[in-house]
């Protein structure tokens, strides 16, 4: 047996998460590609067949009260909370991220106010955060300015409006520094709105700890809701009677069966709500979030560093010199939970790893993605991924 | 056997849908409310499981494209197509309602160009249409215009850019004539969205027939797709390559993959996607919509106006006189797949219906609402409804 083998082994005995693994269908594939789509949860096949068969089947119409479907997007938001540092009664669940980002920009534009003229986006972020702010910036008469994150202090003047940031970089696995650059925000008398799809259940956020504004996030990735569950939108507290939603539907009135001709938001945070809640893909999350019982984040983040310094120790003890390059950062304070290696060919490299049962994913145009999921990766399995990608590129 | 008995006995031996509602989990309840939630099919349970277990819990990501999942908004919008009278390629599922009415009528007035400065709106709309087209004349600088549909001609100008109508009024189920608004719009050179929430699968719509320019419906009324499945957005073929989305999420991208910093929209129906389809609700939708193999919406509505027909002789024979008055009006061509009746007390008296076993709902501030699914209702659930109804408000 190597050593890497047997400190894996020994990593995994003290591992105070290993028996979170039970709780998710997995097989002998190691999987990390969870910050894709987070794997099945034991618990959500049986939850998702009772509120087909009996909640829809036998109840129907009856289940908007009696089986909680109405209050499903606060309940659940509330249930997110603890997981992204926030009170309750700031999150409701619902919609798409993309949705939700079109929310958050408006709604931070109308905080700023008639004077701020414009919006700074990360130029590094996932296209559809860039794409949807700057619709935001065109249906709010703004002006749309892309800088790298480095550069967002220098952008910052009395003419920033909002300021919409990815925790974690999609492609590269950076962690920003959101205490740091919520506070220069704040400092310019702007609107912080952070994306948390790659931070949320990997690794401490602190929302309300460092006076975020607002936030949005997908739940099928660490929070694994399922394929294209709904995603969430976090309003502070004290700005949620000035919130002014873009998608002021039926469903954040202040009295929705009143079915009146004019509108009146609800207080709190259901004025993020708009539609008709997704009721399946809703009960779905919600049953996935239960395997969060008792889970402290930061025993998940001391986990998810283990996780990728061994990684990224085996990675430089099996694979040739040369072959590949981290472009997520060394520095704890600088990484998500993901690894993403430079690599020549890197889309057929990653073909022959899932072949031979190593699962992450491609990145164009030359990204091997690795994402370390918490609760169901265990060291051995990063040594085995590693190795793997050695002999993958050996030969 | 009393004459009405013996007529609906007769009734359902001649009809030729009958058959279908073996397709549908029902029970002895008379089941009066499918135009709020329709009931569940028997296909929805197992093929859901199958999505679950199956597709998510062993393939994982690999059913973004070994299971459809990444093409299903426009898969599933093609087999919506035909029940609206649609060709194929011009409606995408997902997203609710109230964000795709959004899309449309942002959407419509960018089609109608700069120098129309009105939105005009059926002031009797199910209200989110009406809050959703309010935000939308807010972004883009719109006046809104709220008329009844009766006043829509009058009121419309060449300021009109874009005219948000409902096929059936929601609450007293009158049907509006989409083919000669749809002209009248025309003739004034807007663009017109209908809102197809309380028809399709009702009645025959004639999208394309009719040119009608956008559309938006949801999923969960009379094709019982479940509990806040997604809507659809139509998008006729020859406005496609100028339709602007406020909501230009990575879904809807020429290259969704390319993660390109800039947008670039999609050719075609695509270009009405947002972000991740919420793939379960999806799913449930697509096995739901497989009972119309077979069915032709003239049959549908031709049962359609016959239930209603007979619910209203009926409850004209059960009914002490003066108790009720039917909102919905009695000419073929002005009535959707529902009876709205006005009741003192109706909110009570809905309750005491649902207690034995009659289910239909309760619209403030005095309507009983009951709505006739051509697919699982038949005759008899219809003459036990309307004695019920006489017993109690004879009690």
Redesign the interface.
Known sequence: MSDLTRRARELDSADELADKRKEF?L?EVV?L?GN??G??PVA??GR??DV??R????L??R??DESG?WTAPERIGDRIAPLVGAGPGQIVVG?????NV?KAV?GAVRLAGEDRDEIVVD?TT???D???A??AAR??GRTLR?VTPAEVPAALSDRTAAVLLNHVDY?TGRLHDLPALTAVVHAAGAIAVWDLCHSAGALPVGLDEHGVDLAVG?T?KYLNG??????YLYVRRDHQDRFD???????S?AEP?????S?EPAPGALRGR?????????F?LEAALEVWEGVSVDTVRAKSLALTDFFLECVAAYVPDGTVESLTPLAHEQRGSQIALRCDGADDVMRRLIERGV?G?F??PDVLRFGFTPLYVGFEDVERAARVLGEVLDS
């Open positions: 269908v097989d999987y590609d894709s789509l794997a099945l959500v096949p998702l067949e087909v068969r909640q829809w089947g036998e129907r119409i289940s908007w479907w919609d798409s991220t993309s949705v079109l408006v130029a996932f296209p559809t860039g794409y949807i700057e619709s249906l709010t892309p492609r997908c099928y399922g394929p294209g569950s709904p995603a939603s873009p998608l002021p539907g039926w469903n009135h069966f009143g079915m009146r001709p509108y708009v539609g008709t809640p997704d009721i399946l893909s809703m779905a699962v994913d990145r164009r």
